[in-house]
């Protein structure tokens, strides 16, 4: 069961103009909590104005072994966003010596390391959980190769130039490193532009052997991720092999329900949560989740926009529509999660398990 501990910040370092790196201390009687895989995330909690600001950001530090007592520090990276309540209290406030309330790991966009090829696409910040699968695979597994390609507006945009160049240093054989800048010409390397569809359709295959990859990682905005799963799977890369993140999704109108869906006047959900089931009636617009934290305010979340997955939970019995989906697999939907904030019943009774 997710929960929350206070850890008390030991650096704030900052990696561009806008985006900073804060480093967390574990105490002893919390490692083990704060054990993780490479590429989970972390969520950071704070009261501003009465309510509750959660916002969700990746660990770039290398996962701890898998013996041992887990991570004495945590890192997460943080890039501001244009009136963010939690970026620009991060990049402008939190200070070495602070205490803020962190939710232990979470998040299925992961790599348990193995021998193999394996490639990264990503665009800005969605560097950060790429970094620790990188960093965590080459030190672990001597007979892994990883190929980074990644996307930013200027190199001083860039977050973690030196941690990447790093990497570099230290693998020169294993680590293979291409940067595109959107918006400046590079001395040397490939020319400006994005990476869209047609791009990387062209520009993969020149890369590396693409069918030869044992697990494609795309993070950051959704139009990239989404261009690059098209281009590759356009390559013929199974789905199957292919891991998604996304870190930014525009705000839009929530999907429309399908013709036909009935939406019952009264609606009742159970919801079962660190071992304790409840039941409550659902009040008009409010999805799983929001009905469950008006009983049960300890439910996983973080985002509420269909991102992060950390509602994540097993649909037991009943009808949900959910709005937004951008964090579940097919084959998580297929074996029956959803995403409680952006699920709404359609039956008057649901039922769902946060805890499977």
């Known amino acids: 069961m997710a929960r929350f501990h206070p850890l008390q910040v030991a650096a704030v370092d900052r990696v561009t103009e806008d985006a900073v790196a804060l ?37 770039c530090s290398a996962a701890p072994a898998p013996s041992g007592d887990g991570p004495d520090t945590l890192r997460v990276g943080v890039r501001l966003v244009e009136g963010g309540a939690f970026s620009t209290y991060a990049l402008k406030e939190i200070a070495a010596g602070d205490v803020l309330d962190v939710m ?9 390391p193995a021998p193999g090829r394996y490639a990264a696409i990503v665009g800005g910040s969605g560097i950060t959980p790429v970094l620790s699968i990188a960093a965590t695979l080459l030190a672990r597994e001597p007979e892994a190769r990883f190929c980074l ?12 130039l030196e941690e990447v160049a ?4 230290r693998y020169p054989d294993r680590f293979q490193l291409v940067t595109v800048l959107s918006r400046e010409e ?7 532009g994005r990476l869209d569809r047609d791009r990387l359709t062209a520009l993969l295959p020149a890369l590396l052997p693409v069918d030869r990859v044992e697990g494609w990682f795309l993070c950051g905005p959704y139009g990239l991720v989404e ?46 949560l660190d071992g304790r ?46 709005d937004r989906n951008y964090a579940l697999e097919r084959e998580e939907t297929e074996a029956g999660y959803v995403l409680a904030c952006q699920s709404h019943p359609v039956t008057e009774k649901v039922e769902v398990d946060f805890d499977r």
């Open 23 to 59: 480093t967390l201390t574990v105490p002893p009687a919390l490692r083990a909590e704060f054990r993780h895989a490479p590429g989970q995330h972390l969520t950071l909690r704070r009261r501003a104005e009465g309510t509750d600001v959660r916002r969700t950001y990746s660990i």
């Open 104 to 112: 232990t790991p979470a998040g299925r966009f992961t790599l348990d």
């Open 149 to 160: 390609l990644r996307g930013d507006r200027t190199a001083a945009s860039t977050m973690f």
């Open 166 to 169: 790093d990497l570099k240093d």
């Open 186 to 192: 590079q001395q040397a390397g490939l020319p400006s």
């Open 227 to 272: 261009g690059a799963e098209k281009a590759l799977r356009g390559l013929g890369v199974a789905r199957a092999r292919i891991h998604q993140e996304i870190f930014h999704v525009d705000s839009g109108t929530p999907a429309a329900p399908a013709p036909g869906t009935r939406t019952p006047a009264h609606s009742t959900v159970t919801a079962r």
């Open 277 to 322: 089931g409840g039941s409550w009636p659902v009040q008009a617009g409010e999805s799983v989740l929001d009905t469950v934290l008006r009983n049960r305010p300890d439910a996983p979340y973080a985002c509420k926009g269909g991102v992060c997955g950390t509602c994540r939970a097993f649909l037991v019995a009943g009808e949900v529509r959910m």
